[in-house]
């Protein structure tokens, strides 16, 4: 194969692997010459994606524009109205950090992997990122002190109690999330983002251990080897296709429990992967109730192939 091809092919896996970017809810689809494609959003800039591609594949050499340029025509760039809804905390509360350290001037990027990276031996080591390396474990970032007692503020997204009053004049503690914005001294600040940079770095590993070892199951699945990764989306509200009004103000929708997934099985030497989704008003989300969901698609897939006498849930 030519290096070109073998460059647009390795370009054009990496954009589509899931920690480059994330597939849409639904059925959000994008056409290009006839060809249908579910649409993707990209976890990060651009720019860190060339570095990462370049780290990972220092053999193939490829400018930035070009890089741009092969990007496939599903993967996109996110907007308003791709907005994330699945953030992980620990994520979102130290990228407010890093931004309000750059825009202070302490920071040069704002890019949290780099980051990490630039306070470790070696990332892809475990020892390095949790710490426990002799060479790196109480490095950090250096501040100047010349700022310390300014004041700044930033937003953190806290979890508290709240009191509630029930219509029968009862009152309940409900814990609720939110978004508030933190007032502190910049010494604080550089403190408090010291110490989440440490669980970030194990965060991190974790992360990409994770994906490296989906990757690789993925690749080596044998051909009585199944892959099964489910998910819920609890509490999908039904509606009537024409209601009256008040069902619309009241409490008269009811509610299902959505278990979806997609299951990988080898053929014929590739890889062939099915979305399955099970429907049910049971919101319980126990071990028992996993099981009921998933009897129906086990049958399935030892229906459709026989062989496979081994699973793995992810």
Not at 96 to 121: G, M, P, T, W, Y
Not at 150 to 155: C, D, E, I, P
Not at 249 to 259: E, I, N, V
Request: charged share 25%; glycine share 2%; aromatic share 12%.
């Amino acid at each position: 194969m030519p290096f070109r091809e073998r460059l647009h092919h390795s370009v054009k896996q990496f954009y589509v692997r899931d920690d480059m970017s994330h597939t849409t809810a639904g059925k959000k689809t994008i056409t290009k010459c006839k060809r249908k494609m579910q649409k993707r959003f990209v976890t990060d800039s651009l720019q860190d994606l060339h570095r990462k591609f370049l780290s990972e594949f220092p053999h193939m050499k490829i400018s930035y524009a070009l890089f741009c340029r092969m990007r496939p025509f599903w993967v996109l760039l996110p907007n308003l109205k791709s907005r994330e809804t699945c953030l992980c905390k620990l994520h979102n509360n130290f990228q407010f950090l890093a931004e309000k350290l750059l825009n202070l001037h302490l920071l040069q990027s704002a890019s949290l992997q780099r980051i990490a990276d630039s306070c470790v031996c070696d990332s892809r080591i475990k020892s390095c990122m949790y710490g426990v390396c002799e060479m790196c474990k109480d490095r950090s970032l250096l501040f100047p002190p010349n700022c310390f007692n300014q004041r700044v503020a930033y937003h953190q997204w806290v979890v508290g109690t709240e009191e509630k009053t029930l219509r029968n004049g009862t009152t309940v503690s409900v814990q609720l999330t939110k978004k508030e914005i933190i007032e502190s001294t910049v010494k604080q600040l550089i403190d408090k983002f010291n110490e989440l940079l440490k669980k970030f770095k194990k965060h991190l590993f974790n992360i990409r251990h994770q994906f490296e070892q989906y990757r690789y199951a993925k690749a080596n699945l044998c051909f009585n080897e199944c892959i099964i990764h489910v998910d819920f989306a609890e509490n999908f509200s039904c509606k009537y296709s024409s209601e009256i009004q008040s069902v619309h103000f009241g409490s008269s929708h009811r509610q299902a429990t959505l278990h979806n997934g997609v299951f990988f099985v080898m053929k014929e030497q590739s890889l062939f992967d099915t979305c399955f989704c099970t429907i049910s008003d049971c919101k319980k989300h126990e071990p028992i109730a996993i099981w009921l969901y998933m009897d129906p698609i086990l049958k399935l897939i030892r229906q459709r192939n026989p062989q496979i006498d081994t699973g793995a849930f992810l």
